[in-house]
Each structure stands twice: as structure tokens, then as C-alpha cells.
């Protein structure tokens, strides 16, 4: 069994509340962190684990905290984006709806390293229930005296507050997120200047993934040093995968970064093997954005060697015969899949999504839909998949925000691997749909 | 974004006039407002939205964006282009349940095309479309972070996961015999994790 510091406790009962969450350990890092600890001590901490974001990017959480700018008399800011919305993604909902607490201690651990009096749960709307749940738990830590004036004692104070969105991929992009907290429609701004110098209001801000806040818990208990030993290399400590597809268990399930992906997909501790007893095809492994791999390629890297769970081994070989590890959303699919028919509904997710600004994108992600509808009503020709890739190759790098390449990527990499299938439905004419689903029996409970 | 379109609602001084929150949803609405810096409360726009929709039949109309415009002391315009941009908020009316299926890769693996056919054929309408009697409006929705549990829908607060067609059924049975507005806010909601 690989080891857990996130999820460890989903199954206790009641573990959502803060009595049984103190009961199992909690707040012990808010305890060390204000009672041991000097704020820099902790971003130090942060900087030794190795902790990447885990939202998709994996940028090095602590140098990103360093690059905070801290002017006198200007209020700084931590904001926590659950904006979870990449498609294949729902690890931060099941954290935040199982051990809301474990969210809100990482919170004020973070605010009181990088000296922000204030912080916001930006959730994205439709998970409004989940709010509700983050809510109630943060109205416990007020009674309890975990949030509110002078914490413990001492002279940090906080204040932690949530704020749903109204749905919006986009929102998940760090400055579209700060605009929708702001009130205004979330379109990405031109960078720099970045978040940590002028963020929310202007102000300095520090924005962190779900997954990434909570690790800082873990992070201040046992020292950044012995987080650093679990996973490989540049890949340190645990991630949360969410596994969805035709796989036998899918779920949230806590890995060590450095299992083998064979072992994530077969074993039983994980997604326990393909459906119905039917091969794998393909598997996107960090959420839609990330290129998709046949299965030989996720399996074992060109060199033929195991292909990891980090975010080395998956982008090994680059995106000619590699992908990433993105927000660790893990689509298994089987033999029957059609490849084309699951790339529509990526490029009709991202036409739906793009927030306009950018002609490429506006226009681009609305082009390879309808490119894409025309395969699956048969009305395709042959150099059509020229065109798709003609068209994908002009988004990449041109937009903004990187929803360009995130709507870009899956299509190059579906026409790098699966070329065939579009030719052959070009050339038939017809889109047959082998896909079907009435073979996973919808009647029965 | 998205598919809504501003339907040419026309502007009613009256209805204008007569729309005021009540007690406890300005309560909510304050609360809301205190969590930003009192010269920063447009902040508040998004959620006091969400409040707006859910007291005012489930729709933003023209007056209920100028009342909401009032209240954070901004333009209407400013109302107008954020309700716009964001899917969740309706600015036309809809049925008292707003059935929204997810569509996304991991749902459309397992079968979301299939629930949506099945729910066109129970309620006898189309995808955008509402039933006769105001009851249920049919959406397909853009990935809701459900992907280990699809096929899934939501309706208001509720998630609804791993739906089968008996699930589809029971459900819209359940909506159709309490009748109530199913709204994001409401505190009774239904998760299955």
C-alpha cells in the first residue's frame, strides 16, 4: 500500500467535522506553523519538498510563493482556486466535500507564511453543494477559534471566506479567476504583470490549486524534507488522480508519485483493471488538455522503458510520443472507443468554453468542432484531418491564456495517433459508432 | 459563451418596482457583501446573482439585474455582461426543474447520449427545450466534475450520478410530485459520494 498524507482519513465517519478531525491530528500544522515557526520557515519547508501545483501546471509551489511581493501597507492575498473544471478532473471536490477541514487548515498554514490576512475558496459554481460543505466547516473553525483575530494567541489573525462561481471553464486560468472574483467576466489578463505583484484588487496574490493548499499540511508536519523522500526525482510527495473511463473502480485515489501507470491501471488497489474484460486503448492521463496516448505508449515510454506516474516519466519523449501529468484527471479507454467521437466532445467542451478574447481561440476551437461534426456525419473528406491539423497548429501559442493550447493538444495528438481512424471514416464515408453505449446496460442499477 | 442568448425581454417599470428581496434573502445578501472590502463589494456580483435567480423564479430577468445593479451599486450594463458570460445564470425563463446532463468525455463514455434520448423521450422535448407545464427544462451541460461516477445530471444544488434509466425515472417522478423551484442555493441538496 502506497503511502496517503491527504485522503488517509476519507473513510472515518464524520470526518468532515471538526471534532473528528481534531481527534485524527488536525490543525496540529496551524499549531506548529504559528506557535515554532517564522513565516520565510515555512515557504523554506515548501521550497525543500519539492511540492509542485497540482492543478495541471506543476509549477514549484515555494518559488512561486517567494515571488509574492510584499510592499508595505498593501494587503497580499491567498486565493484557492476549486475551480476544478478540466474535464476527467474531480479530485479537489472529493478533498473538499470529504475533509473540508483539511482544505481550511491548509489555508491559514499558507496565509500566515505568505502574511495574507485574508483568503478566498473560489468554488466553482455548480459545485454549490460542496460550497455549502466548505462553509459550514469554516463557521466551525470561527467557533473554534481557528480563524478569526489572533489565532491561538498569537497576533496573526484571518479571515477565510468562499466565493462560488458562475460556471466557467476559464475560471480555472489564475488572473480569469481573480476577474471573476472581482465581479467581472473571466477573461484572462495579459501577463506580467503576475498575480504576486498585482493579483486581486492589485494587490499581491498568491493562487493555489485544492490539492496543492492541503499538501502544505502534511508539508509543516513532517518537514519538507521527509516529504521530499516519497516519489522520484522532481516528482515529490503524493497526488491525487481522479480515474474515470472504462476501468473497473474509478475514483479519487492518493498515489506516490512513481507508481508505474501499468500498475495505476491493473492493480487492484487502483482502477483494478479494463471493464467487461476488454483491452485498453488509449488513456488520457492529465485531463483533457494533455495529449492522449495509445497504450503502448502510456505503458512504456519510446525507449521501451515502464512509463511513470510523475511528471517526468509521462512527458518523456515530448509530445511525439509523451503527455503529461496535468491535474492528474486519468481517462482509460477501451477498444471500442472511437478515438474522433471522444475528440468531438473535447473540441465542443473547449468551443463552449473559450471566453472569446483571443481570434485563434474564438475562432479556431469553433472550426475543429464543426470539422469534427463533419466526421461524424460522414460528410468528412480526406483532407479534412489535414485541415484540423493545420488549423490546431495556429491556436498553440497565440492566445493569452493557454486555453489555446488546451483545446489545441488533444486534437494534434489524436491525429499523431490515431490518424488511421480518421482517414478511414473520411474514406467510408460513415461514422459508425462502435462506441455504443447499450452495451453498458443503463437499465440495470 | 455558451448558448444563451439575450431574448429581446423588454424593460417594466412595474415589475421593476415590485422586485425586492425578501428579508432573509437580503440577510444573505449582506453576508455575502461583508466578505469584501466595502469599496470592493462588486466582488459580491457572482453569488448575489445566484441568490437573484433563485428568488426570482429561476431566471435573471431585466428588472432583476437592475435591481441587483442598485443593491452593488454598479451599472446594469455591468450585471448584464457578467449573467452572460457565465452558463449557470438563465436569462430567459425555465422550467421549476433545470435537468442539465453532462456531456464531457468520461460522461459520453458512458453513456450521457443515451440519458439525454431517454429523458427527451420521457418528457416529450428536445435538448433547450422546456415541457408544457413549466415543469422541467432539459440542458446538456459542459463537464461538472463527475467523471468517476457517469453518467450524471444536475438539477439545482443535487448532483445525480451514476444515473440508469430507472434512476432517470424515480427522479423525475420525485421533482414532478413536490413541484417546488429547484435552484444552486437550495440547502437540501443530494450528493452521492
Not at chain 1, 501577463?191 to 502544505?216: H, M, Q, R, S
Not at chain 1, 513532517?222 to 521530499?228: L, V
Not at chain 1, 484527471?329 to 473559450?354: C, P, Q, W
Not at chain 2, 446532463?101 to 429523458?119: F, H, P, R
Amino acid at each position: 500500500m502506497g503511502r496517503k498524507l491527504l485522503i488517509h482519513n476519507d473513510h472515518v465517519p464524520n470526518i468532515h467535522t471538526l471534532e473528528v478531525y481534531r481527534a485524527h491530528g488536525g490543525y496540529a500544522s496551524v499549531e506548529k506553523a504559528l506557535k515554532t515557526m517564522q513565516p520565510d520557515q515555512i515557504t523554506d519547508e515548501v521550497k525543500t519538498s519539492g511540492l509542485r501545483g497540482r492543478g495541471g501546471a506543476g509549477f514549484p509551489t515555494g518559488m512561486k510563493w517567494s515571488f509574492l511581493a510584499k510592499p508595505e501597507g498593501v494587503p497580499r492575498y491567498l486565493v484557492c482556486n476549486a475551480d476544478e473544471s478540466e474535464p476527467g478532473t474531480f479530485k479537489d471536490r472529493y478533498l473538499m466535500e470529504k475533509i473540508p477541514h483539511a482544505l481550511i487548515e491548509g489555508m491559514i498554514t499558507s496565509s500566515y507564511a505568505l502574511g495574507a490576512k485574508t483568503s478566498y475558496i473560489y468554488i466553482r459554481g455548480e459545485y454549490f453543494y460542496v460550497a455549502r460543505i466548505v462553509e459550514a466547516a469554516i463557521a466551525e473553525a470561527y467557533a473554534a477559534g481557528w480563524l478569526g483575530k489572533n489565532i491561538l494567541g498569537t497576533d496573526f489573525s484571518h479571515d477565510c471566506y468562499v466565493q462560488v462561481g458562475g460556471g466557467a471553464y476559464i475560471c480555472g486560468e489564475e488572473t480569469a479567476l481573480l476577474e471573476s472574483l472581482e465581479g467581472k467576466r473571466g477573461n484572462p489578463r495579459i501577463k506580467p504583470p503576475f498575480p504576486a505583484v498585482a493579483g486581486l484588487w492589485g494587490c499581491p496574490t498568491v493562487v493555489n490549486n485544492v490539492e496543492t493548499i492541503a499538501a502544505v499540511v502534511p508539508i509543516v508536519n513532517m518537514g519538507g524534507e521527509e516529504y521530499a523522500k516519497i516519489g522520484v526525482g522532481k516528482s515529490t510527495g503524493t497526488k491525487l488522480i481522479s480515474a474515470s473511463g472504462h476501468i473497473n473502480k474509478p475514483g479519487v485515489y492518493e498515489i506516490e508519485l512513481g507508481i508505474t501507470v501499468e500498475d495505476f491501471i491493473y492493480s487492484d488497489e487502483y482502477c483494478g483493471g479494463i471493464r467487461n474484460g476488454k483491452k485498453l486503448k488509449a488513456v488520457v492521463a492529465g485531463g483533457s488538455s494533455v495529449p492522449i496516448l495509445p497504450t503502448e505508449l502510456i505503458l512504456k515510454t519510446a525507449k521501451g522503458e515502464p512509463r511513470l506516474m510523475t511528471y517526468e516519466s509521462l512527458a518523456d519523449g515530448g509530445f511525439q510520443t509523451g503527455t503529461m501529468l496535468g491535474s492528474g484527471g486519468f481517462i482509460a479507454m477501451d477498444e471500442d472507443t472511437s478515438i474522433v467521437k471522444n475528440l468531438f466532445t473535447f473540441a465542443r467542451f473547449y468551443h463552449h468554453e473559450s471566453c472569446g478574447q483571443c481570434s485563434p481561440c474564438r475562432e479556431g476551437t469553433g472550426w475543429m468542432e464543426k470539422i469534427l461534426q463533419k466526421f461524424l456525419n460522414g460528410t468528412a473528406n480526406e483532407s479534412d484531418v489535414e485541415l484540423l491539423w493545420d488549423i490546431q497548429s495556429k491556436i498553440e501559442g497565440k492566445t493569452i491564456c493557454p486555453l489555446g493550447e488546451a483545446a489545441a493538444w488533444p486534437v494534434a495528438a489524436a491525429i499523431r495517433h490515431f490518424k488511421h481512424e480518421f482517414l478511414e471514416i473520411a474514406k467510408n464515408k460513415k461514422f459508425v459508432d462502435i462506441s455504443h453505449y447499450d452495451r453498458l446496460n443503463l437499465v440495470r442499477a | 459563451m455558451g448558448s444563451q442568448v439575450h431574448g429581446a425581454q423588454k424593460f417594466d417599470e412595474a415589475k421593476r418596482a415590485a422586485t425586492v428581496f425578501s428579508e432573509e434573502a437580503m440577510k444573505t445578501v449582506q453576508t455575502i457583501i461583508s466578505h469584501y472590502p466595502p469599496e470592493k463589494i462588486k466582488s459580491a456580483l457572482l453569488p448575489v446573482l445566484h441568490v437573484a435567480q433563485a428568488e426570482f423564479g429561476g431566471w435573471l430577468s431585466p428588472e432583476t439585474m437592475d435591481y441587483v445593479a442598485s443593491i452593488l451599486k454598479i451599472k446594469p450594463v455591468e450585471v448584464f455582461e457578467v449573467a452572460s458570460f457565465y452558463t449557470m445564470y438563465n436569462l430567459k425563463p425555465m422550467g421549476k426543474c433545470v435537468l442539465e446532463v453532462c456531456q464531457t468525455s468520461s460522461c459520453w463514455l458512458n453513456g450521457a447520449e443515451d440519458i439525454v434520448k431517454y429523458i427527451e423521450k420521457r418528457l416529450n422535448i428536445k435538448v433547450g427545450e422546456t415541457t408544457k407545464d413549466g415543469m422541467f427544462s432539459l440542458k446538456v451541460a459542459e463537464c461538472l466534475g463527475s467523471c468517476g461516477t457517469a453518467p450524471m445530471l444536475q438539477c439545482g444544488a443535487s448532483y445525480h450520478e451514476n444515473l440508469t434509466y430507472e434512476k432517470v425515472d424515480n427522479l423525475l417522478e420525485t421533482y414532478r410530485a413536490d413541484g417546488r423551484l429547484r435552484s444552486y442555493t437550495d440547502m437540501d441538496y443530494k450528493n452521492t459520494l
